[in-house]
């Protein structure tokens, strides 16, 4: 099981649509959550940190379930600014510097 | 700009040369990390340094690779004797030091190995 696995993509949404990302970690002891957006060619920027009670910024909604080991990021009323790759990240198996990230989910917005 | 400066841009170089990168954090941030990232993948994290200690390598640092930051302050990433497979985008990224302190990236130096 890969440690941080994302919907394989990609997603083609018009604007104005919801679309809502997934994401599953493998490491039970993970402390730290993010979603991270990367657009082509480009560094990752950071989205939002994930909290375990659930946060939302504006448009943007990041959930956390220890639970199960998810993550989701939910994207209300999208723009075509949004298309993006957008990437899971938690840290590392014993590591508090490492961070392990996803293969991330394409999102297109089209209008 | 106060952000993570990454430097060069862009190498080209012949297989069996040596590169080396250089990156500058955020100036308040004493974590420097390094990752690298292919076509379709996520980063792949190489190595991190809190301060000027090397705190955790991956297993993905052959010898071939080195990083080093002297000071604490910018730090410096070699490739010995490089292959075609270490063709990739190397970034690096500088965080506050604490569990939860998100990283900041650079533009990343892209490598093609010819």
């Known amino acids: 099981r890969k440690e941080v696995e994302q919907d394989p993509g990609p997603f083609n949404v018009p604007e104005g649509a919801t679309v809502a990302f997934n994401c599953t970690y493998s490491?039970?002891?993970?402390?730290?959550f993010f979603w991270y957006r990367q657009d082509c060619r480009k560094e990752p920027k950071l989205l939002m940190s994930?909290?375990?009670s659930g946060n939302e910024d504006g448009r943007f909604t990041a959930q956390l379930n220890r639970a199960s080991q998810y993550i989701s990021l939910l994207i209300r009323d999208s723009k075509l600014s949004d298309s993006a790759t957008y990437l899971c990240?938690?840290?590392?198996?014993?590591?508090?510097?490492?961070?392990?990230f996803g293969k991330g989910t394409k999102l297109s917005v089209k209008p | 700009d106060t952000g993570v400066s990454q430097n060069p841009r862009h190498k080209i170089t012949k297989r069996g040369q040596n590169v080396t990168f250089r990156c500058d954090p955020i100036?308040?941030?004493?974590?420097l990390y390094w990752y690298r990232q292919t076509l379709g993948q996520g980063p792949e994290f190489l190595t991190y340094?809190?301060?000027?200690?090397?705190?955790?390598k991956s297993r993905l640092l052959s010898d071939r690779f080195s990083a080093e930051r002297p000071k604490g302050s910018f730090s410096t990433l070699e490739i010995q004797r490089t292959e075609q497979g270490d063709s990739a985008m190397y970034l690096c990224?500088?965080?506050?030091?604490?569990?939860?302190?998100?990283?900041?990236f650079g533009d990343g130096t892209r490598l093609s190995i010819l």
């Open positions: 990224a500088s965080s506050r030091e604490g569990g939860n302190q998100p990283q900041h």
């Open positions: 490491n039970s002891a993970s402390q730290s």
């Open positions: 994930v909290y375990s």
């Open positions: 990240v938690v840290n590392g198996r014993g590591s508090q510097g490492n961070l392990i």
């Open positions: 100036s308040e941030h004493n974590r």
């Open positions: 340094f809190q301060n000027e200690a090397q705190l955790e």
